[in-house]
């Protein structure tokens, strides 16, 4: 079928800004996975996330794409457990706070 290589073109364009918070490994920034329609954002910290979901937020706004707030969640790993996390958004509306989730039939 055509679906997943159409879809593959139409997401293409979805490119995170550079940030100051990118993971790097191997001098190459790895600020987002993406299978199909399964996004994976990544940063070294809460700010630097947050730019990232607006930059998400932004580019879905342009391309007619709605974000499923229902099967969006944020983790947050190499935090103690009595440290406060700041509310994430997506086009200004929370998102859930999840201590265990699976991407691509990999639990984490």
Known sequence: PASPTLWNLYMSSLKMPPDM???????L?????????DILLLSLSARGLQRKLDALSAWCSTHFIVVNRLKTVVMVYGVS????????????????LSMSEKYVRVTF
Not at 29 to 37: G, R
């Open 81 to 96: 457990p009595s440290a406060v996390i700041p509310e994430f958004t997506v086009g200004g509306v929370g998102i859930t």
């Open 29 to 37: 920034a790895m600020d987002m996975l993406a299978q199909v329609d």
């Open 21 to 27: 918070d990118d993971v790097v490994l191997g001098g």
